[in-house]
């Protein structure tokens, strides 16, 4: 298999005490749109830097597109094009100047400067804004007038950093579509982005990075199989006995302490779960019926919402949406609208984020210890 | 290579862009050298005190140890050395090496003679402010030391004015009223004949200013513009996407310094214009020398920016480690006052700063009218800091953003 992308070992210290990147291993797949993603400081940025050839890292190496970065940075330089945020364009110079600038620094020849130019601004249709200035545009013809710029030298692999930060919901499909018409042109997308549900959308695998390292990498539905897996088998951990008798003690912890409360629940295996979540509208609810939910044992958290909705978690089974409908009819609900939540990609990096940062703050406590 | 031309060139293109299409800005380094040079031009003022001079003894007696004590009790004079060669005098002035030559005659301790001493004082009027403290100050006390003398001298034939004696300073000439048949008083009080040798003519103050202003303000050009070239553009993240491509650090800051020059160049002509208009300075040397000088010292203070921008991550950052780089510099590198005549700790700053040279050559050129064989030592000395700045720059200039 072709990888557009293989990192070894790949580490950045900066000032001999802050590690930022730690001996990253990954392989992104060749003409693939690969999902980067990582709390902020887990070290993606500097990850980006070392594989666009910014920074040279303190130890280990990359190969972009097959060129090492160490090696034949000019030749990854040529390879690789970037959309900001860190890349801006000259807001004083129209967005035909920025292009041709551009286009110069890569040394294309002048017949081919002007018709790519042409092509791609008629292909990410801001022809008609070719001679105003870049700091007239608005956000999404800025990210438009870059991804022209980024993509006037056809690189094979283009970086996308935040690519639709601020931006309208429309002018964010507008770039969706783009990039996964970029993406059938055969450019591999490296995507950065912290809107889970555009990385859920587009990408074809995804890595999440947290302190420093790889902390998960499978496709978007592959990190979510796995989160489920982990918490079933977590679940399954816990002796049925010891959950009774921490449920006991529970009864009798005072509401209020809530750090006692934390404890025993976490120790109870329930964790919360949040694996899917139930969302309906009764016409008619009443106290009744909300106790009745609350003493559901697959129900969790109901929450009462000012608009009337219902909120709350239930376990993942295939039966459970059906047993909770049941329950509210039976009691003589009107249901007027239901709607549920499967586990997202969001929660997948919730979990997996978390789980390494206290990994990371354990270990210095024992380092402590 | 032609690449790396257009790529240059594009540098050069951008900036003039950027300039066009913010009127204010453009406005401002249009008229800023001219407001420089009419604040500075009418409001500046101040005292001098310790300029450097020699004093030329030709002959030794009671005269020339009292005309020395008297030199060296004055405040103004720095006498850093008494020599006996006038000639030797006359080619430290010219050296820079003092500010004057007060030269004594041989006969200046022959009070039997009724012929008037002449004493010459070679000054650099080069240096106005010196000058212009130096000639009145001196024509003061030879008036003085002459009328002592004159006294002496009718003290000796007993022909003292009442009133007056020999160590009554304040006497005057036209005070011995009756004067015995067969003396010319007026020729034993004016006993010497002090005679002020302008070397470089008579120079105002504005010609002494221009060209420290045009020192300084390309200085403020090149070190503020460079905030903006490098450390601006790295902040904004418009260098970030030209070294993202296969260029050099070299190229890249390279075309910023061709276009930091230019701008440099014009702003200099637009303010010797405004000073040839506004107030009729005349550029003695050679107009290419001046420009040349202009340039490396543009050139240093770009070094500088590159080197200062190499470490810094913003605009305000740079700006923050600049400011207090040239203000300093603005006032220890003889721009308004002669070096000489600081405080010695201003005076060793002085020398560590390049505007210092800068002004040193420009004056130079534009006042004494000298050629490159007297402004070696500046051009040596700039081409080290700039050297030095662009070395220290470029190495630890990074793509980093």
Not at chain 1, 327 to 356: M, Q
Not at chain 2, 282 to 303: E, P, Q, R, Y
């Amino acid at each position: 298999m072709k990888y557009a992308i293989e990192t070894f070992d790949l580490t950045k210290m900066y000032n001999n005490d802050f590690l930022a990147v730690d001996a990253l291993n990954m392989r992104v797949r060749d003409k693939t749109i690969f999902g980067f993603l990582g709390p902020n400081g887990a070290g993606k940025t500097t990850t980006i830097k070392m594989l666009t050839c910014l920074i040279l890292p303190t130890s280990g190496t990359a190969k972009v597109s097959g060129h090492d970065v160490l090696k034949n940075p000019n030749e990854v330089r040529q390879k690789i094009g970037m959309v900001p945020q860190l890349v801006s364009l000259y807001g004083d110079l129209t967005v035909k100047e920025n292009v041709h600038l551009c286009a110069d620094f890569y040394g294309l020849p002048e017949d081919l400067k002007i018709s790519r130019a042409d092509e791609l601004m008629e292909m990410v249709d801001i022809k008609y804004a070719e001679n105003k200035l870049v700091k007239q545009l608005s956000g999404g013809m800025k990210q438009k007038a870059s991804v022209v710029a980024s993509l006037i030298h056809q690189p094979e692999i283009l970086f996308l950093d935040e690519p639709t930060i601020g931006l309208d919901p429309t002018t964010k499909r507008v770039l969706w579509d783009l990039v996964e018409e970029l993406n059938s042109n055969g450019h591999t997308i490296i995507l950065c982005s912290h809107d889970m549900y555009e990385v859920e959308l587009l990408c074809d695998d995804v890595g999440i990075v947290s302190q420093g390292k790889l902390a998960a990498f499978d496709t978007p539905q592959g990190l979510k199989d796995t989160m489920i897996k982990e918490i079933k088998e977590e679940n399954s951990r816990v002796d049925p006995n010891v959950s009774e008798a921490l449920e006991k003690i529970l009864e009798e912890t005072d509401p209020d302490d809530k750090k006692a409360v934390e404890y025993i629940t976490g120790n109870m295996g329930n964790n919360n779960l949040n694996l899917k979540e139930l969302s309906v509208m009764i016409s008619n609810k009443n106290e009744e019926m909300l106790n009745t939910l609350n003493n559901l044992s697959i129900v969790h958290d109901v929450v009462e919402h000012a608009s009337g909705r219902i909120t709350m978690d239930i376990e993942d089974s295939d039966e459970s949406v059906s047993e909770v409908i049941s329950d509210i009819i039976e009691h003589g609900g009107n249901i007027t609208s239901i709607a549920t939540k499967d586990p997202s990609l969001e929660d997948v990096f919730v979990r997996v984020t978390s789980k390494k940062k206290q990994e990371a703050e354990e270990g210095v406590d024992d380092g402590g210890n | 290579m032609m690449v790396e031309t257009k790529k240059i060139m594009w540098m050069f293109k951008k900036d003039l862009l950027v300039l066009w299409r913010h009127p204010p800005r453009l406005i401002s380094i249009l008229l800023f050298p001219i407001i420089m040079i009419t604040l500075f031009g009418y409001g500046m003022g101040g005292t001098l005190e310790n300029i450097p001079v020699v004093v030329v003894e030709q002959s030794h007696g009671q005269v020339t140890d009292a005309t020395l004590s008297a030199i060296k009790g004055m405040s103004l004079y720095d006498v850093k050395d008494i020599i006996t060669d006038p000639d030797k005098g006359k080619e430290m002035v010219q050296n820079g090496q003092v500010k004057a030559a007060i030269i004594l005659p041989a006969n200046y301790d022959n009070m039997s003679s009724t012929q008037p001493k002449s004493v010459v004082v070679d000054v650099d009027s080069s240096d106005q402010m010196a000058s212009s403290a130096v000639v009145p100050a001196t024509q003061a006390l030879f008036n003085q030391i002459s009328n002592n003398i004159g006294l002496q001298k009718l003290d000796t034939m007993n022909l003292t004015p009442s009133g007056a004696s020999a160590s009554n300073i304040q006497v005057q000439s036209n005070q011995v009223a009756a004067a015995p048949q067969g003396i010319n008083f007026q020729n034993v009080m004016d006993s010497i004949n002090l005679q002020i040798n302008k070397m470089y003519g008579d120079i105002k103050y504005i010609d002494f200013l221009v060209p420290a202003v045009i020192g300084m303000t390309v200085l403020f050009g090149c070190m503020f513009g460079m905030g903006d070239a490098l450390a601006g553009e790295r902040e904004r993240g418009e260098l970030a996407r030209l070294f993202m491509t296969p260029t050099s650090i070299a190229t890249v800051v390279g075309g910023k310094i061709i276009s930091k020059l230019s701008i440099e160049i014009v702003r200099a002509l637009i303010l010797i214009g405004a000073a040839i208009i506004l107030f009729g300075i005349a550029i003695k040397g050679s107009m290419i020398l001046t420009l040349l000088v202009l340039i490396l010292g543009a050139l240093c203070f770009v070094g500088f920016g590159v080197m200062i921008s190499a470490r810094v991550s913003t605009q305000e950052d740079y700006m923050q480690m600049v400011m207090p780089i040239t203000m300093p510099m603005m006032f220890v590198s003889g721009v308004f006052y002669p070096i000489e005549t600081m405080p010695w700790i201003f005076q060793k700053l002085a020398y560590i700063f390049p505007l210092t040279y800068v002004n040193d050559a420009l004056r130079a050129v534009m006042l004494k009218g000298v050629g490159v064989g007297a402004i070696w030592i500046d051009i040596a000395v700039l081409l080290g800091f700039t050297a030095l700045f662009f070395a220290l720059g470029v190495r630890g200039f990074n793509r980093d953003i």
